[in-house]
C-alpha cells in the first residue's frame, strides 16, 4: 500500500489555499476590509469572557438564542426552526452533501461557480456535475433544465451573487430550478448584503418551495471571517436532516456567544456595505474607462480581464504590493474591494502592469 494510506481520489491533491501572503494591499478573499470598532470589540469580547465562564461544560447544541438571532436578523418571515449553522458555510454546505449528497448521488452546478463545491462533493463521496452559463456568466436556463433531467442530482447548487463572477440570479432562474430539481437548491447568498438595488434576496422565494435552502455567512458583508460562523434558511424538515449529520457541540460556546454578540451590533457591523458597493460600482466603472472587460457585479468583487497571460498580470501586482485572486475563466482575474485607499493602490498598480505586460 502506498503511504500514507489516503483515500485514492485524494491523492496528489494540493489542499485549498488562496495564498496568504503578507502584502500592503489584500484584495484577494472578498474580506471586509474595515476591522470591528472599540465598542463592538468590548462587547463581544465581554460576551465571550461570560462564555468563557461556561466552559467546563458543552455548548449549547441547538445554539438556541444564536438562531433566534439569525432568524431576526434575516427577517421575511424567517423563524428560528428554519436556521441552521455551524463554523463558516463551508461546514454548513459540506453538511448539505453529507445529508442530501452521498454515494451514488450527484449535487450539480454551472460553471464558473465556487470552486469549493467539487471538493466538498468529493468529501461526501458525491458525484460532481457542472453544467455552464451563457457566454456572459448569466444563468443559462435551458442548459439548466437539461442537466437536472438528465443527472436527477440531489442537491443544485448555486452561489447568488456569484463567485468569481459577481452575478446574480433571478427570481424566475430560482424558481424554475426549484420546480426542475428532485432534490434541494442551495442558493448560495455569501454576497447577498452587496446586492445593487432591484436584485432580490432568494428569501423572498423561501414560503414557495419547500426544497430552497439560502445560504448565508458572517464572514464577508457582516465582517467576521475570522469568527466562522454561516448558516442557511430552509423548511424546519431539511434542518432537522443536518442535525443527523452534525458533529456534536459543532458550534462552540466561544462561537455562539461571538456571533450573538455581532448580531447584536448588525447595524454598525454592516454600517460599511453601502459604502463598498459605490466603491465596487465605481472600481467597474474605473476599469471599463480603460477598456477591460468587467462582468456585472453585485458582489463585493469584480471579474475583469482579459489577459492573454493573466499570471504575469497577478504577479506584477504582487510585485507591487497589491495581492488579488487569479481565479475564474482563463484571461480574467477578481478583485476583492478594499477601502478607497487600497482601490487606488490596486488602479496604480494595475496602470503601472498593463503598461509593462502586454493586455
Ligand atoms: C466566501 C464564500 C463563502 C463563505 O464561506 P465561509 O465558510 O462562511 O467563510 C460561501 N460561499 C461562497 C460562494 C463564498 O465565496
Known sequence: ?????IREELQGIEPYGAPQLDVPVCLNVNENPYPPSAAVIADVATAVAEATAT???????EFTELRKGLADY???GVTADQIWAANGSNEV????LQAFGGPGRTAVSFAPTYSMYPEYARDAMT????GRRHEDFSFDLDNARSLIAEHQPTVVLLPSPNNPTGTALPHAAISAL???APGVVVIDEAYGEFRRNG???????LPAYRNLIVSR???KAFALAGARLGYLAAAPELCDALRVVRLPYHLSAVTQAVASAALRHADELLGKVDEIRAERDRTVDWLRARGFEVAESDANFVLFGRFPDRHAIWQGLLDRGVLIRETGPDGWLRVSIGTATEMVAFQDALLSVTAEVTR
Open 1 to 5: 500500500m502506498s503511504w500514507p494510506p
Open 55 to 61: 466552559l467546563n461544560r458543552y455548548p449549547d447544541r
Open 74 to 76: 434575516l427577517g421575511h
Open 93 to 96: 454546505m459540506l453538511q448539505i
Open 127 to 130: 458525484n460532481w456535475v457542472a
Open 178 to 180: 426549484c420546480e426542475a
Open 199 to 205: 436584485t432580490p434576496s432568494a428569501l423572498e422565494l
Open 217 to 219: 455567512t458572517m464572514s
